[in-house]
């Protein structure tokens, strides 16, 4: 696996574990970041021995945000021209299922990269929070929309409008985690769901994200029609076949496709 300036990449069988590593910038994300991320999730969407994604920060910060120092000097032709942020959609539009591992300050952009995966687990230290506008800025990279979808209006626009940080507990509530875990018990925690999701079939498992992620680009109808054509499609594959044999047959499924 190729080296990285800004992150460590990682692998633990199925499992690519990615560390944001600028530690003494509270891993604040800077242009670097954004292109090595890249760079390493086109790698694992081509690599068929990746069957999950897991990205964490450090203890003190997932990410304390997008980086000020680089973005202070930019002016309206800068961001409008080069659009440079765009490219977070990248880990938005990954094909593998991810899953955030999130222990202290996920802010701003910190907040908002963990929104782009699939699966957010938080320590009991983290803290979420979208404090752009005390910047003089609004969130960019999907914050009030991503956010308002995860936790709904009212906490959306309290947070937005305010800028003050929800703790994991407010988070899990309000519907943005999945699960809180001590913080020493974090990176297991999540390795061992990403490990589980690796361990199902492949195709099967892209198809669930891209269901689930339908849900919130459509209508209903819409939406149940993509899922309904999806569920068909399972049919021809032979991991339905041996999954449903191996329940029939009180057994473990054997040989997912994991390519
Ligand atoms: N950018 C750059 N450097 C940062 C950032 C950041 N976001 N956050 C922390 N740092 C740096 C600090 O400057 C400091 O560096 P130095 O030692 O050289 O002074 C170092 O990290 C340690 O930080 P602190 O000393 O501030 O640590 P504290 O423990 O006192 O405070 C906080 C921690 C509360 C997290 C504090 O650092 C903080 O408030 N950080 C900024 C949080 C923030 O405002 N984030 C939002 C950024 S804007 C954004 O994300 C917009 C995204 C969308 C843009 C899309 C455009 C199209």
New binding site residues.
Partial sequence: MTDFETIIVERRERVALVTLNRP???N??NFQVLADLQAAFTEFDRDPAVGAVVITGSA??FA????????APKTYMD?FLDD??AGWDRIGCARKPTIAAVAG?A????C?LAMLCDILIAADTAKFGQ??I??G?I???G?SQRLTRAIGKAKAMDLVLTGRTMDAEEAERAGLVSRIVPADELLDAALTVAATVAGMSLPVAMIAKESVNRAFETTLAEGLRFERRMFHSLFATDDQKEGMAAFVEKRQPANFTHR
């Fill in positions: 003494k910038a509270l604040a994300l003190k910060a304390a945000g997008a980086d000020i120092k680089e973005m961001m440079a942020f300050y802010l701003g952009g910190g908002e404090p752009e005390g910047l800025i969130p960019g990279i914050g």
